[in-house]
């Protein structure tokens, strides 16, 4: 979450991050940052993603490709993110200052 902030999240106060065991990869720019986490923890992360940000501004159980994904726009997070379930994992996408995604 400390990455989050940095790009401009508005976190809740108050709210306990609870450490999540998995393998994180994380690209980063100065715009912002791509997390690949491997392995079945979109429920987990997704679950924790709402908690500090608040329900996304879309939810699809399966995309086009089957698998889910959440958005919450950079109006309501201060950041841009989607969290995009995969095969092997899920991606997280962050991105700062930006107009809004859809």
Not at 44 to 72: A, R
Request: hydrophobic fraction near 35%; glycine fraction near 10%; charge should be negative.
């Amino acid at each position: 979450m400390e990455k989050a902030a940095k790009y401009g999240a508005k976190l809740k106060d108050g709210v306990s991050y609870p450490r999540i065991e998995a393998t994180w990869t994380v690209v980063s720019d100065q715009d912002g940052f791509q997390v690949r986490v491997m392995g079945d923890h979109f429920r987990e992360i997704d679950t924790f993603l709402v908690m500090v940000f608040g329900n996304p501004k879309s939810s699809e159980e399966k995309n086009s490709d089957g698998y889910p994904h959440q958005v919450w726009r950079a109006d309501d997070a201060g950041v841009a993110i989607q969290c995009i379930g995969r095969a092997d994992g899920l991606e997280i996408i962050c991105l700062k200052g930006r107009s809004s995604l859809p």
